[in-house]
């Protein structure tokens, strides 16, 4: 049996168990039916309400996680290549990857306001610091000989040797990096939006949780979930068996 004859049995009997459930244990208002929700999807693209927050949470999105992965991946380059700031900022950025990202909102909205501007800088923030450490463990990881080897051909030590030389040979500590960024991208723009103005899904949220509308909260989750397996499958993941079966870490086929 394929992998996604599988995965589409279980998604079947996870729905018939859903709505079973509800109807069973009587949920009522804690927790939609599966006929509830698709209601709530269906009115949600009829008046292009789910489109247009779907459409303008991934804008920002994607303006945080790229400012996260120029910033991650060169703060990880400096903590690689000279000791002292890995000993001082690096200790500091190691730290504040166990803040959540969440906790810097008040701090955004005083530099900001309500605006778009403090989303995407807590959404940034929520995936530097892992950007960081990831390229920091991938440059650290460099083979000496490759670097010696670039020397003697005349790269030499400045933005060359990092381009050419170090960020390709990083690649598959980096790539599992922004797909642990990406992740923690997504948890750090819905809290972001939560409470910002405007149009988002973080926004759809709150707005279910005012009027009590589970089925719009629980479209809102599964945009998500959905969004985020689709980029990482389809994307991320196949950039990394790429980058595995290129540098020999990985079997063709498997």
């Known amino acids: ?8 049995i279980f998604l079947v009997i996870l729905l018939i168990a859903w709505e079973a459930g509800y109807r069973i244990f009587d949920w009522g208002w804690k927790f939609p039916s599966l006929f509830q929700t698709l209601d709530a999807f269906r009115l949600g693209f009829t008046d292009g309400q789910l489109v247009e927050a779907t459409l303008r949470s991934l804008g920002r999105l994607l303006t945080g996680f790229c400012i996260s992965l120029v910033v991650g991946t060169l703060l990880g380059f400096l903590f690689a290549r000279f000791r002292f700031l890995d000993d001082t900022l690096g200790f500091v950025v190691v730290a504040l990857q166990t803040v959540p990202s969440i906790a810097w909102l008040p701090f955004a909205i005083i530099w900001f306001g309500l605006t778009d501007t403090s989303v995407i800088f807590i959404t940034a923030l929520g995936a530097t610091w892992t950007m960081a450490m990831s390229s920091r463990t991938g440059i650290m990881n460099i083979p000496p000989i490759y670097l010696k080897a670039a020397q003697t051909m005349g790269t030499g030590n400045g933005l060359r040797m990092f381009w050419q030389i170090m960020v390709p040979a990083a690649f598959p500590h980096l790539i599992n990096g922004v797909r642990v960024a990406w992740a923690f991208a997504w948890r750090a723009l819905v809290a972001g939006e939560l409470i910002a103005k405007g149009v988002g899904l973080g926004q759809l949220l709150q707005q279910g949780r005012d009027i009590a509308d589970t089925a719009l909260m629980l479209c809102i989750v599964i945009i998500i979930a959905v969004l985020g397996t689709i980029s990482d ?14 540098y020999g870490l990985a079997i063709s086929g498997k």
């Open 1 to 8: 049996m394929s992998t996604a004859l599988r995965r589409t």
């Open 233 to 246: 499958h389809l994307c991320f993941k196949k950039l990394e068996d790429k980058i595995l079966l290129r």
